[in-house]
């Protein structure tokens, strides 16, 4: 039984070791801010959970921590990104567009915005 | 904020104890009588001074007919995580960086606003897609792959697997 649980722990550090490799090369490779947090966000997400699960595994005294620490990155994890990423666009820092103006369908929110401010 | 009543506020205050209570003995994990009562303490400090900032009154989710619901959610949302996952990862790992992003943005049908930070939180975590900015009822998606820019379309490419489920949710 003992070494089942290990096996399984064992698997989910591996699973979540690459997913985290993964994330960082993403974060290495592309382009702007807003798809580093893409890159970022999902392979954290993932690899962090199966690395805390996986440690609750082959640890089991440690399993129910382990569970509230996976529930605790699964909610603050897509907070944190979207904070970011909103932060960012107030900032100025407008994403890198490979089809033209017309695919950043967020730009209007912010001249209307500025357009309103004008006017008083 | 301002609008709440003193039962509500009341509520809200004990419904906070309790989640931080639950999470401090799920932390120790051992029911020793000094642990249990420190705990109760720290809790209570802390609910005080943070509840006001908790919104979690809407305990009509665990309804017998939603809990169904909640799971076939989770379980709906575990297995696009691991797609999601596996998109980053054929992306990054192609030489080429097959990406076109772009912000797109669709208006939701749900009402509560529980309910579309859920949807919100899952867009994130689902592939390709990270949740920029939500004004009123309408979603401001940043999308790595941007395949089409009209706001239907865009619903129900993204959405509209998460929003079918936690609209009999909330």
Known sequence: ?120 | MESLTFSQKLTQFFLSWLVLFIAWLGFTSTLAIQEVITGLLVSLLIALFTSRFFVCCDVSIFAPAKLFYVFYYLFVFLIELIKSNLDVARRVISPTLPINPGIVKFKTNLTSEYGRMVLANSITLTPGTLSVDIIDDTFYIHWIDVKTLDPVETHREIAEKFEKILLKIF
């Open chain 1, 1 to 120: 039984m003992r070494d089942i649980l290990e096996i399984i722990g064992l698997i989910l550090l591996l699973i979540g070791g690459i997913f985290l490799f993964l994330g960082g090369l993403g974060i290495f490779r592309m382009p702007d801010t807003y798809n580093r947090l893409q890159a970022g966000t999902k392979a954290t997400t993932l690899g962090g959970m199966s690395v805390i699960l996986g440690v609750g595994f082959l640890e089991p005294g440690w399993i129910i921590k382990a569970m509230v620490l996976v529930i605790f990155i699964a909610f603050s994890n897509p907070i944190s990104s979207h904070a970011l990423a909103r932060a960012n666009y107030k900032r100025k820092n407008y994403p890198y567009l490979k089809g033209g103006a017309e695919y950043d369908q967020y730009r209007e929110v912010y001249v209307n915005q500025e357009n309103k401010e004008e006017n008083k």
